[in-house]
């Protein structure tokens, strides 16, 4: 158990400084809201209108991005197994095929149902 204390103790102290953060910018930060703060952020562009009543941000938006950031990590894998391609061997290669093609699969369902539409 001594080998696990700093652990536990760097924990608790991180989780402690995060509380700390969230409860002291609710304590000490301006409460001013406008109309510009409570509104929609869309990448910088004029927010598109709302149905009467306020509404929702449509699901696809959430899909695409978990959608990009799963394409995103397939490349960060991609990096290390490219630069030590020499040295890893035939065990390698078949590896990196069998996840390359479960990739693509993947990416050719999502294409397929409609995924990648912005209707």
Known sequence: ??????????????AG????????A??????????AKLDRYESGIEPSPL???GGKVSIR???IARLFIVFDI????????????DSLGWFALAEMAI??????I?????????GLEWD
Do not use: D, H, K, Q
Request: charge should be positive.
């Open 1 to 14: 158990m001594n080998s696990y204390t700093p652990i536990l103790a760097l924990g608790a102290l991180a």
């Open 17 to 24: 400084f995060a509380v700390f953060s969230v409860v002291m």
């Open 26 to 35: 609710g304590l000490t930060g301006p409460s001013r809201y406008n109309r």
């Open 51 to 53: 149905p009467e009543g």
């Open 61 to 63: 938006y959430f899909i």
């Open 74 to 85: 397939e490349i960060i894998f991609l990096y290390p197994f490219a630069v030590a391609f």
């Open 99 to 104: 996840f390359m093609v479960t990739v693509f």
């Open 106 to 114: 993947a990416y050719a369902y999502v294409w397929r149902r409609g």
